[in-house]
């Protein structure tokens, strides 16, 4: 039996959230909901088209296969016609209702990518909480560059706006 490393730890990191300040960046908030719903909600393709890209976009799940070196492929489209490449990543660790650890650093066809505009690594946990979900997300970058490239572009807003998208569509 192999045991999965627990990566993002290092010297400079804060052991109590995995985070390096340096390089990575993340979004935490409380879900009015229950976790399994908001992991339905990740894990779910008709569920996720519904969230996962700020309107008025749409997207489209090419590939969800939630296992460790599955595919998660995602298009998007302005006109519901054309789309184009949104996510091409693949699955690093998948633990049920609490966590789901993606990259695209290597694409789904499992061939080094070098994605634009920055490569990341994506670890989505989910936790009790007496409101509802602990939902977290934190996005790993290779550098500080990389880091306030993806900052500068709009973290923020992009994920803030779909983590609202997301605690919308489950706390109904």
């Known amino acids: ?47 996720l088209v519904q969230w996962w890209i700020p309107s008025p976009l749409v997207l489209r799940v090419d590939a969800l296969d939630l296992r460790p070196g599955g595919a998660f492929v995602t298009r998007m489209s302005e006109d519901g016609q054309t789309f184009t490449s ?27 990518a070098q994605p634009a505009p920055v490569t990341m690594t994506t670890e989505i946990i989910l936790g009790d909480s007496e409101f509802g979900t602990d939902y977290r997300a934190i996005v790993r970058h290779a550098s500080p560059e990389q880091r306030a490239l993806h900052e500068e572009l709009g973290f923020f807003e992009g994920w803030g706006t779909v983590t609202e998208a997301l605690a919308r569509l489950v706390e109904r």
Do not use: C, K, Y
């Open 86 to 112: 949104h996510v091409d990543a693949v699955f690093l660790r998948i633990e049920e209702d609490t966590r789901l650890v993606f990259t695209n650093a290597v694409d789904s066809s499992w061939h080094p």
């Open 1 to 47: 039996m192999t045991s999965t490393p627990d990566f993002g730890l290092g010297p400079d990191t804060d052991f109590d959230t995995g985070i390096d300040p340096d390089r990575d960046l993340m979004i935490e908030r409380i879900i009015r909901a229950p976790r399994q719903a908001v992991w339905s909600a990740w894990t779910d393709p008709a569920q």
